[in-house]
C-alpha cells in the first residue's frame, strides 16, 4: 500500500466517490466528488495533536465500534495518505458553529472548515475494479446469539482486539468483565455454504481462524482454542503444514461439526451445542468467548457499481469475469481483481492485481488514447 | 337375506370372568343371537379402552357393548368401574362427533345366566336398528352397501332420512336471515326422533320375531 | 424407497455438518436418535432397516433443525416420508393416551356424523353462515379427553369466540367441521388426512366465510402450507386469532382492561418456525396494561418445543424436554406461562402436574388471558 501511496505515476484519489462513468474517444470520463475533509492534504503530517484535543467522541468504525475516536481522526494508522479527516456528521464547529479547537492547535493551519466537496473529472484509457469485500452480519442466524451474548464476537471484531492498535491494546479481553479469555472456540462457516445466506465458500476464514487462534497463543500461553468446521478448506502451498503446526504447537483443538447454537451459561460465558460428527454424540462446551467466522460478501454498493458500468455482476455482487481471461470483465476496458470478483486471499489478490494492471496496461499501451487528466 | 334383517353390527367386549360365563351359558344351552354380532373376550371391562371403542364405530361397527361384572363382583377389584368412567368419556366424545351415545351399551351383571345374555343383545340390536334406521346422518356411510339391507328396511330408513334433510333445510333458512343460531338448529334437530318414532317401532317388532322363531 | 423423499426433501444437499442433529431437542438427550444420521442412512439405502426402529417415531416435527440446515433440508417431511412408509411395511409408533385421539380423527374421516357444538357457552353470538369462520378445530374433544389436566380446551374455544364477538364479529362455528388432519399428516396417515382436508373445504365453502380463524396453530398451519399442496387452491383467507385481534387492537376496536402479572410466552412450533408469526401475541400481551411480557432465553425461532407432537411417542425424553422448557419459563420470574397452541398448553400443563412442585408456573392459554382482561376492562 504504502508503495502505491508513493509511487511517482500513481495519484490517489481517496476519500472519493466515482459519480458516473461515461465511454468517451474510446476510453472514459469518469465524473468523481471529492468530499471535503475539512483538512489540506498538502499541508496535514498527521502529528495528532488536533486529535488530542478535540473533545467529540464518535463510534470507532475502524475497530468495529467497540471503542472511540474523535471527530477529527485518521481512519487507520497505516492508512494513506496519512492525513486527518474532520467527520461532518459530528464535528461540533461544522454542526454548530461552536469549538474549533483543532484549527486553534494546529501549527501548520491546516484545518480548513470552508473546505467544500468538489467535483473531478478523469479521462482514461482502461478502468480496474478492486471495490474488496464487507463481511456477513450474523444477527439473523438468531441461534448464535450475536449482539445478544455479549462474549460472542465476529472474526473482525477478535482481530481488533488481538491488535495493539485495537481498543484493548492487544489483550483478548471479554466484552463482559473485561477479563482475558483463555478459552476461546471459533465457529467456521458463519453463513458461509449456507443455502440461506451466502451458498458460496468464503475461503479465507479457515486460515484466518487458525491463524487469529495462533496469535492467542502467543498472547496467552495459557489459551486453548476450538475451531468448529464444517471440513477445513486450507488449500494453498503449506496451508496443511500451518494446521498441523497449529494443532501442535499452539494448542488448537479441531471439531468436526458445525455449531447449533450457542447459550448463555453462567458468568456471561457462552456455551456452544454441536454433534461431534466423528464421535456422532452431542456436546456441549463452555468457553470465555467465541469467535464467529463470518462470512466475507462483496462490497455493498458492488451492484450499484456493476450497474454504473456496464458490468455484470452475479446475484451477490460479485464482479462476473471471463474464465479464460480473469482480470476481463463484461465490459471491455474494465478489469477486476481481488475480492470484488470471489473470495481470495492476499497473496492471490495480490497476484490478481498484477494482471489486472497488466491487461489495463495493454490496452492503453496499445494505441487506445491515454487518458489526460 | 331374511336372516339379516334389522341384524345390526355388534362388537362385544366380554369380560372373562362373570359375563363370559354368561355367554358360555348361551352357547350351551344352544341359543343364538344376531349373527352380525361378534364377542371379544377381554380379561377385564377394564381393559377396553376409549380408543379401541372408537375405533370399532370406524369400522362400520354400529353398536357395541361392554359386559361387564357386577358392582363389587370383579375379580381384580375395580375393573369394571374404571370401564364405568371410560365409557361415560367415550360417550360424551361419541356426543361431540354427532354420534348416538346409545350405540355404546355396558351392561353390569353378574348374573351368569345364557338367556339374559342374548335377551340383552337382543335388545340392544333392537334399538341399533332403530337408531340406523331414524339418524341417516349419523350412520357409518362409505363401505355399507344398500343391497345388504331388506326392500322394507331400506324404504323405512330413506323416508325417515329424507325428514332430516328437510329439517336442515328449515334450519339453514332460518340462519340466512339471521334469526337462529346453529345451536338452536341443533334443538329443532332434536326433535326429529319423533318424527321417525314409527318406522323404529316397526324395526323393533322384527327381530324380536326373530328371537322366537330361532328359539 | 427413499429416493423420492430425498429429491424432495434436498437431502442430497446434507453437508453433514451435523447442525441438526446439535439442535435436535431429542438428540440432546437420546444419544440413539439422530437426524443427520438417519439422512445419511437413508442416503447409504440403509432405508429397509430403518423403518423399523422406534426413533421413525421420535421426531417432534417441531423444525428446529430444518430452521437452521445450511442445506435447507426439510427433515419434517423427511420423516413424515419415513412414517408413511414404516406404516406401509406395518410399523406404527406408540399412540399416546392409549390411541383416543388418534381414533377420534379417524373417526371424523370415517364416519358422516355432525359435531355437537352446545359447548358454546350460553352469552355468545355465533351463526350458521356468514363472513367469518371459527374453526374449533379439537378444542372440544380435548375438553372431554383432558379434563383431569385442568386443561379447559373448550374454554379456550369459548374465550376465542368471547372475544371474536368483542370484535362485533358474530363467527360461523359449524356442525361438518372436522378434525384438520394434522397428526394423521405427520404420522403418515395420508389417506385419512385428504378426506378431512376434503371435508373442511367442502364444510367452509358451504358456509360462505371469506375468512377463517383458527385457535391451534395447527390448523392453521395445515389449511395454509398443506392443505394447497394437496388439494388445490384456497379460496379464503386465513389468520390465527392472534392476528385477527391485533387487526381489532391496532384500529382501536377492542382495548384491554388492567391486570397485574408478570407472563412468559411460548411460542409454538406451527405459529413461530413454521408460519413466522412472533410478534402478533406479544403485540396483543404488550396492549394489556401492567401486563409484563418476560422473555426466556430461547425464544421466536430458536424456542423449545412443547416436547411432544403428533400424538405419538411420549417417553422421559419428552417429559424432561418439557420440563426444561418450565424451568426456562420459571426463571424469569413469570407466574404464568402463555401459550397460543391448545396442545403446548396441554403437553406443558401435564408436565407441570408430574412435577408437582409448589410454586409451579401457572400455564394459560392466549385467549383466555386476553378474555380474562377484557372482562376486567368493562367493569372498571
Known sequence: MLDAGRHPLIELLA?????????????????????????????CNACGDCVAKCPTKVPNAFNMNLDERRAVYLYFDQGIPSVMTIDPDYCRYLKDGKCGVCAKVCEKGAVDFEQKSRG???DVGAIVLATGLTVFDPTPLTQYGYGKIKNVITGLEYERLINATGPTGGHLNRRSDDQLAHRVAYVQCTGSRDLNYCDYCSSVCCMCSIKDAMLGREHDPESVSYIFHTDLRNVGKWFQRYQTRGEEEYGINFVRGRVAEIAEGPDDNPVLWYEDTRTRKVEKLMVDM??????????????????????EVDRYGFVVTDDAAPADTSAEGIFACGFCKGPCDIPESVAQASAAASRASELVLSGAPVGKR | MAAARGNPRILAFVCSWHPMAAADNAGADGRSYGTATAIVPVDCAGVVSAA????????????VLIAACGSGDCHYSNGNESCERVVQETRDLMGLAGLAPQRLRLDLSSDVDGGRFVALLDEFAVELAGLNGRAGRERPAPSRSAGKKPAKASKAKATARKKPAKAKRAATKKTATGKRTSRKKS???????????????????????????KR | MFEKAIRETKAYYCLECGICTGSCPVSRLNPQYSPRIMVERALLDDDETMLSEREVWDCLTCGTCSARCPSTVDFNEFTRAMRIGARESGFEGVDTHAGILRALMELEARRRGRRDISWVADDLRVSSRG?????????PYYGVVFSELGVDTVGMANSTIRLMNACGVRPVVSRDERCCGHDLYWTGDRDSFKKLARKNLKM???SGARTVVFACPECYAMFSQIYPKFVGKIGFDMMHISEF??????????SFGEKESRVTYQDPCRLGRFLGVYEEPRALLGSVPGLELAEMPRVRSEALCCGSSAWVGCTRINKSIQLERLSEAADTGATTLVTSCPKCNIHLSCAAKDKDTDGGIEISFLTDVLSDALAGGTES
Not at chain 1, 465524473?31 to 498538502?42: G, L, M
Request: charged share 25%.
Open chain 2, 52 to 63: 379401541a371403542i372408537l375405533r370399532a364405530f370406524s369400522s362400520d361397527v354400529d353398536g
Open chain 3, 245 to 254: 385481534l391485533v387487526s381489532h387492537v391496532e384500529s382501536g376496536r377492542l
Open chain 1, 15 to 43: 476519500y472519493s466517490q466515482v459519480e458516473r462513468v461515461s465511454r468517451e474517444n474510446g476510453g472514459f470520463h469518469v465524473e468523481i466528488t471529492r468530499k471535503a475533509r475539512y483538512v489540506d492534504e498538502n499541508i
Open chain 1, 120 to 122: 473531478a473529472t478523469l
Open chain 2, 187 to 213: 334443538v329443532a334437530a332434536g326433535k326429529k326422533p319423533a318424527k321417525a318414532s314409527k318406522a323404529k317401532a316397526a324395526a323393533r317388532k322384527k327381530p324380536a320375531a326373530r328371537a322366537k322363531r
Open chain 3, 131 to 139: 363472513k367469518v369462520l371459527f374453526f374449533t378445530g379439537c378444542l
Open chain 1, 290 to 311: 467465541v469467535v464467529l467466522a463470518t462470512a466475507a460478501l462483496p462490497s455493498p454498493d458492488a451492484a450499484a457499481l456493476g450497474d454504473m458500468l456496464g458490468v
Open chain 3, 204 to 206: 367452509i365453502e358451504e
